[in-house]
C-alpha cells in the first residue's frame, strides 16, 4: 500500500517536482506513471523508494509514514521496495547470478537460502540458463530481465520501474512489461513511470499523468493520452 | 555480524587493494615513515629519560670547610644536615682523607703530592647528597650562609641542562610525528576515497537494495586499519632489529647505559602497532566522512 498526503517536494533550487499530491496505490495494484519529461514522475518513484522525502505532506509505503522515519532505519524499510531503472545498473564485473545474489548479500540474507532464492528469481525472469553470462554478453532486454530478476530476488512487496523500457526496442518492451505483470499478479504492487504510449494503451491499466508536478489525471483502465488530449 | 559477511568484507577489503594498488603503497609508506620516525624518537626520549634518572641519582653536592674550622663547628653542621629531610646521605672527608683521594686519582703522577702532608692545602669537606635534584638550590644557599663553609659545589647544574635537551627533542619530535601522521591519515582517507569511487555502483545497488551503513562501511574500515597494520610491521621489524644491535654494540661503552631492549622494545611495538592502527581506521573513517553519502 502507498499513500501521499498533500506531498510538495521542493529542491534547493527552488524548484517545486510535485505540488500537492495526493494519491493511494492498493496492495497488488499495477499503475502507470506518465507524463511529459519534466513533469515529477522520477521524483514520485524516488519518494516511494525513500531516495527522496517530501517537503512538506506525508508518505506512506507499506503503512510505515515515512516522511517521518529516521534514517537509520531506511535500509530495512528499502528491502521492501524493488527497484528497476532505464539503464539496468548491472556490476559489469559480476555475472547474471552474481548480480542477482548481490543484492541477497547485501542485506544478510541467510547464505543457504541465497542460492535457491537467486535461481528462482532467474527462473521467473526466464534467465536461469544465462546464469553464469556477463552483462556485456546479455542483449539489452536480457540484461534487464536479470535487474528485474536482482529486484525482486528478496521478495519486496513493491516494485518500481522509473523508464524500465526506455532503452528497448518494442518488442523487447513487451516481455519486460508482461514481466511486470506478473510480477503484480502475485500480490506485488507495481509502479511503472513510462513514456511508452503504445504500452500503457494496449495494457489498459491504471494510470496517473502528472505534468508540471501536478496530477493532472488518475484513471482506472486509462490510456497514455487522456480524452481532453484526443479531441481536437 | 555473521561469519559469512565478515568473511565478505575482509574479501572486499583486500579486492579494494588490489584495484587501488599504487596509492596503497603510496598510503602504506607514508605510515611506515611515521612509525619509523616516532619509533625512532620514543626510544630516544626513553634514553634520555633513562639518562636523566641515572644522573639524578648521582648528584653529589660538595661544601668545603674554611681552614681552622674546630670539630665542634664540622660536626654540628653534620648533625644538622643528617637531621635534614632533603638530605639523604651525608659524609665527612677530612683534608688528610682528600689528599689520599687526589693521590689515588693522580696515580703514577702522585710523586707530585710528595711532602705536602705536613702542609695540606686541601680543605676537609661534606659530600651531601640530596634526596630530589629540586632540593639542590634550597641546600646550598643554607651551606653558603653558614660561617664555617668556605665554598659550596653543588654539582646540579648538569641535571636542567639535560631536562632543556630532552624537553627540545620532545617538542620538535611531537610537531613532526603529528606532522607526518596527518600526512598518513590523509593519503589513507583518499585511498579510501578513490575505493569508493571505483565501488559507487556497487555501493549505490547495495543502498538501493537495502544493505545498511555499517555493511557498507565495514570494508573500508578493515581497510584502513590494515593499511595502518602494513605499514607499521616494517619500521617495528627495523627498530627492534636496530635497537638490539645497537644496544649490543654500545650499550656498555657510552658514559651512560642504555635502556635494555628488553624493556624498552616490547611497549614500544605495542604502542607503535596501536598509533598505525588508530591512523589508518581514523583515515578511514575521514574518507568515508567526506564521499560516502548515507
Known sequence: ?232 | MSAHSFRRHWREALQGFWRNGAMTVAAASAVAVTVLILGFLLALVANTNHLTTEVRGQVTMVAYFKDGVTTQQISALEQQLRSDSKVQEVRYISKAQALQQMKEQLGANSSLLAGMENRNPLPASLQIKPKQTEEVAALSQMLQENPAIEKVNDGGQVVPQITRVTNIVRGVGAALVIALALTSAFLIANTIRLTIYARRHEIEIMRLVGATNGFIRWPFIIQGFLLGLCGAILPIVVLNVGYQYAAQRWGSSLIFSMVSPDALLGPLTIVLLLISIAVGVGGSLTGMRRSLRV
Open chain 1, 1 to 232: 500500500m502507498i499513500e501521499f498526503a498533500d506531498v510538495t517536494v521542493r529542491y534547493q533550487t527552488g524548484v517545486k517536482a510535485l505540488k500537492d499530491i495526493s494519491l493511494r496505490i492498493n496492495l497488488g495494484e499495477f499503475v502507470y506513471v506518465v507524463g511529459p519529461s519534466g513533469a515529477g514522475k522520477t521524483t514520485l518513484i524516488k519518494l516511494i523508494y525513500l531516495e527522496e522525502r517530501p517537503s512538506s505532506g506525508r508518505v506512506f509505503v507499506n503503512n510505515v509514514d515515512v516522511s517521518q522515519v529516521p534514517s537509520r532505519r531506511i535500509p530495512y524499510l528499502r528491502r521492501n521496495i524493488g527497484v528497476v531503472f532505464q539503464d539496468f545498473r548491472l556490476l559489469p564485473r559480476l555475472t547474471a547470478f552474481e548480480n542477482v545474489r548481490f543484492a541477497m548479500e547485501a542485506v544478510e540474507a541467510p547464505p543457504k537460502l541465497i542460492h535457491r532464492r537467486v535461481m528462482e528469481a532467474l527462473d521467473q525472469v526466464g534467465l536461469a540458463h544465462r546464469a553464469d553470462a556477463f552483462p556485456e554478453q546479455l542483449s539489452g532486454g536480457e540484461q534487464q530481465r536479470v535487474a528485474l530478476a536482482r529486484a525482486i530476488v528478496n521478495r519486496p512487496k513493491i516494485l518500481v520501474a522509473d523508464e524500465p523500457t526506455g532503452n528497448l526496442d518494442p518488442e523487447t518492451s513487451w516481455e519486460i512489461v508482461k514481466l511486470l505483470e506478473t510480477i503484480s499478479v502475485d500480490g506485488t504492487t507495481v509502479v511503472m513511470a513510462t513514456h511508452d504510449r503504445e504500452i500503457v494503451n494496449a495494457r489498459k491499466k491504471r494510470v496517473i499523468e502528472l505534468d508540471g508536478g501536478r496530477i493532472v489525471r488518475d484513471q482506472q483502465r486509462g490510456m497514455y493520452a487522456g480524452v481532453s488530449a484526443l479531441l481536437p
